[in-house]
């Protein structure tokens, strides 16, 4: 097992999050959006995907610096009308 349970945890997680992208359609989410425990998930998710994409660019900051502060940047300025 050793180095390859990450690298199989991350190929399990690729395809589980792209078989739940496929669930996640507009009819679904205007759906939850008329209830309010509906739209307490859809937080839910906005906020667990929040969560994957500064994990993936906050982990690979050491990789490539240039490119992942151009990602942070963009990121925070995305946020800054949201506060």
Not at 39 to 57: P, S
């Amino acid at each position: 097992m050793g180095d390859s349970t990450p690298l199989q945890q991350a190929k399990a997680i690729a395809a589980a999050l792209e078989q739940l992208a496929d669930q996640l359609r507009p009819e679904v989410i205007r759906a939850a959006r008329l209830d309010d425990d509906g739209r307490r998930d859809l937080d839910r998710i906005e906020y667990a995907l929040g969560t994957i994409g500064k994990a993936l660019i906050l982990t690979d900051y050491s990789i490539d610096e240039e490119k992942d502060i151009d990602k942070l940047k963009a990121f925070r300025e995305s946020q800054k009308g949201m506060g």
